[in-house]
């Protein structure tokens, strides 16, 4: 059973940075694209970036484009979103996922992460 786990998620004022990382366990397969996705409260989840296997293929939400970057480690299975420049709307939960191509969709993911928090004071 394939698991993903988020982590690196907390509490940062606005301008800050926090960097979120997710890890494959379990039964991975390759090649596979990941995603992150957030969801803040009463608002349904959104996309925010997706990476492709060989990492080649990057894509961004228009509202974190220039701030956040996509990367990933494919010894450790872990994708990583490094996120600057924070501001108060960016509060959310951030889900990772894990799918056969990177996409924007979230019916494209197969398998999905807990979440972490993510909180940005102002």
């Known amino acids: 059973q394939l698991q993903l786990v988020e982590s690196g998620g907390g509490l940062v004022q606005a301008g800050g940075s926090l960097r979120l990382s997710c890890a494959a366990s379990?039964?991975?397969?390759?090649?596979?694209?990941m995603g992150w996705f957030r969801q803040a409260p009463g608002k349904e989840r959104e996309f925010v970036a997706a990476?492709?296997?060989?990492?080649?293929?990057?894509n961004y939400a228009d509202s974190v484009k220039g701030r956040f970057t996509i990367s990933r480690d494919g010894a450790k299975n872990t994708v990583y979103l490094q996120m600057n420049s924070l501001k108060p709307e960016d509060t959310a939960v951030y889900y990772c996922?894990?799918?056969?191509?990177?996409?924007?969709?979230?019916?494209?993911?197969?398998?999905w992460g807990q979440g972490t928090q993510v909180t940005v004071s102002s």
């Open positions: 996922a894990l799918g056969p191509r990177p996409s924007a969709t979230m019916g494209a993911y197969d398998y």
């Open positions: 379990g039964r991975t397969f390759s090649p596979y694209a």
């Open positions: 990476i492709s296997w060989t990492g080649g293929s990057r």
